[in-house]
């Protein structure tokens, strides 16, 4: 029942930008808090950031103003807005959310960025 849809990512070169986007369905995406996540293999899924019904932000600290979430709560979609990419950032994006005590997940979308 629980639906997390991602899409946008895809390959930049360095420097430039993306616009992720994950369409919820099966949630009450106006009342939760949800996130984004990456992973690369070999590593630990981890914490991007995430924003709370109140609008409330988080970013871990390699994202910090290059990054940037918003949810769009007639849409229920959540967004990552991208900027000064590096390679560093290349992983998959998950979005994530915590429903009725379990955790849900997206399939994912690649962002490769070059150089």
């Known amino acids: 029942q629980v639906r997390l849809v991602e899409s946008g990512g895809g390959l930049v070169q360095a420097g430039g930008s993306l616009r992720l986007s994950c369409k919820t369905s099966?949630?009450?995406?106006?009342?939760?808090?949800v996130d984004w996540y990456r992973q690369t293999p070999g590593k630990q899924r981890d914490l991007v950031a995430n924003?709370?019904?109140?609008?409330?932000?988080n970013y871990v600290d390699s994202v910090k103003g290059r990054f940037t979430i918003s949810r769009d709560n007639v849409r229920n979609t959540l967004y990552l807005q991208m900027d000064s990419l590096n390679p560093e950032d290349t992983a998959v994006y998950y979005c994530?959310?915590?429903?009725?005590?379990?955790?849900?997940w997206g399939q994912g979308t690649q962002v490769t960025v070059s150089s």
């Open positions: 924003i709370s019904s109140a609008h409330t932000t």
């Open positions: 099966g949630i009450n995406f106006r009342i939760n808090t």
């Open positions: 994530h959310v915590f429903h009725r005590g379990r955790d849900f």
